[in-house]
């Protein structure tokens, strides 16, 4: 036999025992080199000790073991892996038979992880992933999906050893609060358009998604006490592109999604600037009773609603009601920012009849940090998106108790451009670049804000210049998951140095996903 020929026959041997889900190396007595192992997991955990010699290797045999509570995670585990191992991965329950398992097991983690931390060991013989509540298990299993290769995020089967990296985890948010948001208005995405990407940031953890639902030149969501919002005031969008809406129902469903992804909805009306769809829908919104030209440019700050007229509070009453009746999450968003055709005493009398309403409805605000100089009830969360590093209404909030939502938008707008050529988004809040995206804190960004009184991050996204979900990719990835360590990880175990690395492993899983990032020259891409 020449060697040419040897090592053929000896590639379809090693083939057929990978087909076999058998371990191809084992004769050799080798551990297959992990792609990622525990310390490279985007958001960095708590705490991460890699053991190379207790890799788990999965098998066709191999099934998901759970309890009660932790049945629903089993199942969307299951449902990550079978696609590229074509395996079955049945999800038992207790502690039937002694095959190789995933054991998925709510209740019995340590204290210290709370409930949305988790322990994580892999070993020879199995996984185990513990958490006191079904989100612990759900965010521990975005963990263990990074710690197989790549190619786990394939859609179709992988003809390949599915090994998992070994060692242990222990790991829990420093905020609790980690968002994202995806302006709808601007242009309108599809229900099926938001479920992708509610999927894409539910593998970094975010457990937030803020639907920036209205604006001037779009309406997005089914009222049905004001039902043309939505038939009239959803008709258009940016530059003349097809505009649309949410039925009640098809956004009760986004809900439910979110919710499977352990995600909550955050619905933002804003008002009362922006608002021009609605008064384009609505003649007796404005103040001369006359309906308004729709808008498709990307002006800001012409529109107001009508601040001393009766219906306006009837209008926002009905929205409010209608937009907490569907919405299970505590937070509705009332925007309020870039309302330079308000007078200042307007917004002020704006803001004293709205937020009883909001509260009426047993919701708490949250809106744009401009609110914070309204004396919002102590619960309302003002989200910061300032370009600077101070700003004394925020402060003064913040001092009065009012936690803070960090998204400055020189640092975390995700629509900003990367640099000058990008051909996509904004550039207003400068130019966004992956290091200048991740190299902040948002403890110690604004004046008079501390860890105390941050309640987490958001990474806004606004769709002036996006129309597809590749352009959201494009500008989400890879700048989202940097955000998203943000408000995960803890902040002394997060430098530039170290991210940039770990970032890079990402990337293969991106393909696998179909995801569409920019190639940053600041990261050396595998
Ligand atoms: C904003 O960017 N107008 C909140």
Redesign the pocket.
Known sequence: MSKRLSRTVLGVAVLSLVTLGLPATASAGQHAKAERTVTDVVPAPVDAKPDPRASFRLSPATVIRTDREGKQVAEYLAGLLRPATGYRLPVVSGHRGGGPAISLETGHASGRVGSEGYQLKVSPSGVTLKANTDEGLFLGVQTLRQLFPSEIESKTVKKRSWVVSGGSVLDYPRFGYRSAMLDVARHFFTPDQVKLYIDQIAQYKINNLHLHLTDDQGWRIEIKSWPKLATVGGQTAVGGAPGGYYTQEQYKDLVRYAASRHITIVPEIDMPGHTNAAQHSYAELNCDGKAVPPRTDIE?GYSSLCIGKDITYKFVDDVIRELSAITPGKYINIGG??AHSTSPEDYQTFATKVHPIVAKYGKTITG?HDIAKTNPPVSAVPQF?GTTGTDANVAAAAARGNKILMSP?NKA?LDMKYHAQTPLGLSWAGLIEVKTGYDWDPATHLQGVTEKNVIGVEA?L?SETLITSDHIEFMAFPRLPGYAEIGWSPKDSRTWDAYRLRLAKQSPRWVQQGIDFYRSTQVDWK
């Open positions: 800001v920012d870039e744009w998106w938008a707008y806004p606004w």
